[in-house]
């Protein structure tokens, strides 16, 4: 799953920068690449199936890569997930609710964005009720694919946002009409999740 | 893109690497990233840290030095260091007199820090964090977390680093370093783009025949371009802002740096200078000292950041004080 994420990111960095050029300073593919070359990395290490101290050590890594923000908030949702994966190993669509919901809880301590601010959480908030929207007896692919159609379409809102958060909260109306690259990136997350399973 | 590199992956290791050579009687780089002095302060006196991404030479690392800064984390180009090369350099600086971590105003560096600082608290790391954001861009009424921290970092590490110096507590050195804090303003003006060197793509556009003030220093946008004015005009319509920012009056004393960005001459940086001088002279404000030069750049970013603090007794003996730092050395 994490595997299939990180070569959405590889296929469009190059995208995503250019995206960031227009509301920021156009290095949020790089970032975003390096962060989840990291992920990548830290599963080709990994030792042993538990999943708590692989989404700690994934944490940490993704915390070490340099870049703005994206770091620590990609990194504090990883803590989240390990937390939220404490003694388990398989999940149905409510645990992989219950799990996300660990991540972007997390997450959502370091970045006090809500939806309409223009940020990842415009594409993760939406993910997440959707995945607690599911229904259990259709499975957790079907839940993950109703995520990734949530956190693209929350993606796709933000063009119509101004910013309230980050360098682009700057740029003002100059914001408008292009998305915010943070948000379709984790869209693009949940596209390799939800094509992994 | 022409620039002097190698494989763009690289970039802050090799310029670290060339920077601890080019200053090794100064400073050392420990774990590839945080820069140190190359001879350690006492342990019983208060410790500078800071942190922010490389891109900007000689800021910050080149204010390590004896009177300034004892810790620098550098980020890779215009990026946050992460939150684990942050706690780390805490841990380095640890000791019981204290550190005062300096934090500059922008997203990624403040949330790092806010992640470190956490850790920190956890470990009984004894330290004061203070966030700049001096940048008046946004209005004089703007909240704090939408104003920048540009160059005024590094006249604060010069007077909180004096006071450290000093032997002042971690209370003393806070609450002097809050105090510079509060009465410092800084307005950026750009004329010609940077290239990341990272990316290869410029960092913002402008037109030939154009200025635009209030521009950060990562090419974030600022009041919106207008028509280039002449020297004396921009000294005159920035100056004034920064003035009224600071509330300064006539028989006020001030600090004032003209910042170059990468590629405005020291020419244009004097011209301006003394545009600055006649209008201070006009409003009975005395200049304490004015310095000129490249302290936090933005590549071959042509512009410059004007940079105001008024000044009282103490803070002008903290000014003057002795340092020596790879980028800035005062006997």
């Known amino acids: 799953m994490l595997n299939a994420a990180t070569e959405q990111i590889r296929h469009n960095h190059e995208m995503l920068s250019r995206l960031d050029g227009a509301v920021g300073d156009g290095d949020h593919g790089t970032t975003i690449l390096r962060a989840m070359e990291a992920v990548a990395k830290t599963v080709a290490e990994q030792k042993g199936d538990e999943l708590k101290p692989l989404f700690s050590a994934i944490a940490w890594a993704v915390m070490s890569c340099d870049g703005g923000s994206t770091g620590p908030l990609l990194g504090s949702f990883f803590m989240g997930l390990a937390d939220g994966a404490a003694g388990k190993s398989t999940f149905d669509a409510p645990a992989l609710a219950a799990l996300f919901a660990a991540g972007i809880g997390k997450l959502h301590k370091q970045s006090k964005a809500q939806i309409g601010d223009k940020t990842m959480m415009d594409a993760f908030l939406p993910a997440l009720a959707a995945l607690q929207a599911a229904e259990p007896s259709a499975g957790p692919k079907a839940a993950l694919r109703q995520a990734a159609e949530a956190a693209a379409q929350g993606a796709e809102a933000t063009k119509n946002m101004r910013a309230k958060f980050g360098r682009a909260r700057n740029l003002g109306d100059r914001v408008i009409g292009h998305p915010d690259p943070g948000a379709v990136s984790v869209s693009l997350l949940f596209k390799g999740f939800s094509e992994a399973l | ?331």
């Open chain 2, 1 to 331: 893109m022409k620039k002097f590199i190698n494989n763009p992956q690289n970039l802050t290791r090799e310029l670290l690497e060339g920077f601890a050579i080019a200053h090794a009687d100064l400073v050392t780089v420990k774990s590839e990233k945080i820069v140190t002095r190359a001879r350690k302060k006492p342990a019983g006196k208060v410790a500078l840290v800071t942190l922010g991404g490389a891109g900007h030479e000689p800021a910050l690392s080149g204010f390590v030095g004896k009177g300034m800064l004892d810790y620098s984390v550098v980020g890779d180009v215009f990026a946050a260091p992460g939150p684990p090369k942050v706690i780390e350099a805490l841990r380095l600086a640890k000791r019981d007199a204290g550190i005062l971590f300096v934090v500059l105003n922008h997203a990624g560096d403040v949330m790092s820090a806010n992640m470190a600082a956490e850790m920190a608290t956890q470990e009984g790391v004894k330290f004061k964090m203070l966030v700049t954001h001096e940048d008046i861009a946004p209005g004089g009424n703007a909240p704090a977390e939408d104003r920048r921290g540009l160059v005024g970092c590094i006249p604060l590490y010069k007077i909180a680093g004096a006071a450290a110096e000093a032997g002042k507590s971690l209370d003393e050195v806070y609450a002097i370093a809050q105090r510079f804090n509060e009465n410092m303003a800084t307005l950026a003006v750009a004329m010609k783009t940077a290239t990341h060197p990272a990316t290869g793509q410029a960092i913002f556009e402008l037109a030939e025949d154009e200025m635009e003030i209030g521009m950060g220093q990562h090419g974030e946008a600022g009041t919106g371009p207008s028509k280039i004015k002449t020297a004396d005009e921009t000294a005159e319509l920035m100056l004034s802002r920064l003035l009224q920012a600071i509330k300064a009056k006539s028989g006020d004393r001030i600090l004032l740096i003209l910042n170059g960005a990468g590629a405005t001459t020291l020419m244009e940086l004097y011209i301006v200078l003394r545009g600055c001088k006649k209008y201070l002279d006009a409003q009975g404000i005395t200049l304490v000292e004015a310095r000129c030069g490249e302290y936090l750049t933005v590549q071959e970013m042509a512009g410059f950041q004007m940079f105001v603090a008024k000044l009282d007794d103490e803070l002008i003996e903290y000014w003057k004080a002795p340092c020596q730092t790879p980028a800035l050395t005062v006997k």
